[in-house]
């Protein structure tokens, strides 16, 4: 992608594979009510791995920005998703006192109902104030990758900002759309298998945003209502 920033000392994805969850160490389970028991299949990732996982992502991106000279990021946060997410990241960048972040939202989406894709990605609540300025894109998940790529090329292109990285807490890799398999996303939390997840801002049809952890949906469950 054309004009990022130099610096990207990538720490890796953790990557969760489709039998396994990462949630024994804590005791987010405790937590799941019994009525949720019947919508979700799994704690997926847990609170703890969260925490942990986004204070890496705030040292890693706060090193990146100083090490190339930049001491102030406009940190833009995708409706609704990572609205949870964003949160954590700021407090944990902030706590470190090396950039500082302005905060911005945007409204992108390629999802109806369904849990799968359209395969259009619209804009429905525009930006400005972002010419010239170093850009964070912060999304919850990366799935086909569309909206990563569309909102990248509107910050480059159409708002000329001087630089523009992307963070994504989750990336569905294997889901990537056929011309967007060499999309670079400079910062990823976890890379997931192909399940619907949701929980920490990640709706399935608005439900479940407020569980501050990752679930996997049952959606047997939900096609037999
Ligand atoms: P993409 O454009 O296909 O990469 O889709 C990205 C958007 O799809 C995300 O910002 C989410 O809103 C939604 N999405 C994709 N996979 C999931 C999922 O497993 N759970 C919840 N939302 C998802």
Redesign the pocket.
Known sequence: MKKTTETNSQTMPIVIPKSGSIHEDDKTTDLVREELHRLIDQVFISRTHIKNRVNDLASQISADYSKAGISKVHMIV?L???TMFAMDLVRAIYDLHEISVKLGYIK????GRD?T?S?K?SITEEIDGVQGKHVLLV????????????LKSYFLKNKKAESLKGC?L?D?KV???ERLKELDIDYIGFE?PD????GYG???AELFREIPFIVV?NEEYFSNR
């Open positions: 995708v609704k998703g990572a992108a989406s390629s999802y849990t894709t395969g990605v999304e919850d998940i990366a799935d086909t990758g569309l909206t990563l790529s569309r994504a989750l569905k889901r990537r759309h997931i399940v619907f997840v949701a990640l709706d399935y949906v």
